[in-house]
DNA sequence: CTCCTTATGAGAGTGTTGTCTCACGACGAG
DNA sequence: CTCGTCGTGAGACAACACTCTCATAAGGAG
């Protein structure tokens, strides 16, 4: 399953294989019961870990830190997931095709995402530790603009970023999906047609002149 | 604080009276620690208005109905608030007022929004019943298009209307202040951009042609 | 193999969201 | 004024998120 990051060098001093291998077994417990769509709580990874809930909480300090972890380890990195589209140049279809694989990944860990906001809504400071996806996301699919836009217009450039933030985001699915009722597929479809349109305006601001 | 419904009519019969007293006397209690900006939970609530546990469970079977009932009368109400821009004609302008209200409005309650969100993220069934502040927010807004734009471009319409039910939102509002750590008036700012981008890039998609 | 460090398990305890039962007591109807 | 309904309070209960303590046992070092 999970291998220890570096099984040479720091696991010399004492028993840190054993820690690394019930640390393992939990942040392992936690991803199947992601995947398996179950509810993902303490107790119930302990379980699966065979772990104490004592252990469990030892390692990870709350269950925020145990889903951010988890879940970064089995989201596929947004450098791969561009990479289909590594030869394509326009902006606009970039941020499409980004959103659509950040949202379509998310649904495939609903419950898990759900949880994780649930958990750090509450609390601005516990929010920054998210898993940054989407800002990677965004830098990467933006990357075409940095030696042009980028360069002529930084301020324009930022707020698209921030516009892009706020869409190209579970927060974003979930709204779509809760609140206006869409189905998932007519949710990812309707927050990438906004992404595309966001990004479409900052590249063509001519219109108005 | 908060009158009966209707003192009246439904008054009449039984101890009816003694039932919307212990109603009232819950709400305004939450709206109390909503405003005092201290945490708003079923024991603290059911302390202040000086009643037990399980009434107020009685009343509001969890603490989301509890909170959605209570915001929803401190709010004012969208037509009130766009009053002052009734006069303006132009959607862009009334889009970024509507949306710089709101989420000035959501600042105000802001621990209260986030505990509503929280309670309500993970469950897909519940967020739809959070109060629509949003949707009528926007509707208002775009109301000078209703005989124009919603008529020659329906589809067109919608979607702008699902563009800004992303960004004229508590939610987009946290994530520019969490994760991209603006402070709250620029992220109020930054929002209210994107909104009006929305709008302008929807009203003139003749920058392709 | 022995000793000792240390990871671990078990349990109690706190605070929160709820649910359920039962007895009290106040209010209204007769 | 008495009776009975019904709102209410109190408390037990379960689940989850933690925190803390203490005893056990597994691991490595000599």
Redesign the interface.
Known sequence: MTLPADPSSPARTGRANQKERTRSAILDATRELIKSGGAVNMPAVARAALVSDATAYRYFPDLLSLLREALAGILPSPVDALKPIAHVGDPVERIGYATRWLLRSVLGFEGAV??M??????D?QA??S?P?Q??ALIDQALAPLNESFAKTDPKAFA?LK??L???V?A??L?????????TPKAAVA??V??AK??T???L?P???A
């Open positions: 759900r949880a906001i649930s958990a750090s809504i509450t601005s929010a920054a998210r940054g989407r800002f707020q921030r516009d933030a706020v869409v985001s927060e974003a979930f709204t779509l999906m809760d609140l206006c009722g869409l309707s927050a047609h906004t349109t966001l479409a305006a900052a063509k001519a219109a108005e």
